[in-house]
């Protein structure tokens, strides 16, 4: 839980300044999105869950496409910047936290995604999280992360965050063959 607690209490703390990028993430988070639907089907998704949702910028992405969405988070304060920030979509969003089993019942979402959360924690909850993802979905489970590629500042952005990024890249492909039957890479 410690973890959990010390990565919330960042996040809490650069919430304002992570908003600033909110607009920079939609476009990213639309061009991911448009990808997707190039290589899976998404006519029969109605309902969509985003873990970590942060200040809320792919879960805009979702609801101004006519998504049903849901966005969890542990950090209060990024929850507030996501209320803000999307104000007028039908957004429901809630505190929650990996280290508890997220608050869904199995297989109620069509789609569960979760964007640039799981480099950050230990594997042991990130596992958690995967598994967590899986039970909740009855379609698809979408990852957005960092690859084997390193970029120098997010090297050092990694450094000073203190996840598990390093470890992370090499070992996702296993853990992703581990928990799902079918895992599709798409390069963004």
Known sequence: MEVIDKHTGLFDKIAKFYSWFFHRQQKGYEYALKK????????SINNVLDVG?????????Y???GYKTTGVDSSSKMLNQAKKKTQGLNIGFQQASIVNDLPFEDNSMDLVSACFVAHGLPKELRMKM???????SNQLVILIEFNQTRRWYIHLIELAET????????TIDAEFDSIFTS????QL
Do not use: P, Q, W
């Open 130 to 136: 995967l598994h967590d993802m899986n039970r909740i």
């Open 183 to 186: 895992v599709k890479k798409i």
């Open 53 to 61: 949702c942060g200040t809320g910028a792919l879960c805009s992405v």
């Open 163 to 170: 996840g598990d990024y390093f470890n992370f890249i090499k």
């Open 63 to 65: 609801a101004k496409n």
């Open 36 to 43: 997707l639907g190039e290589a899976e089907d998404l006519s």
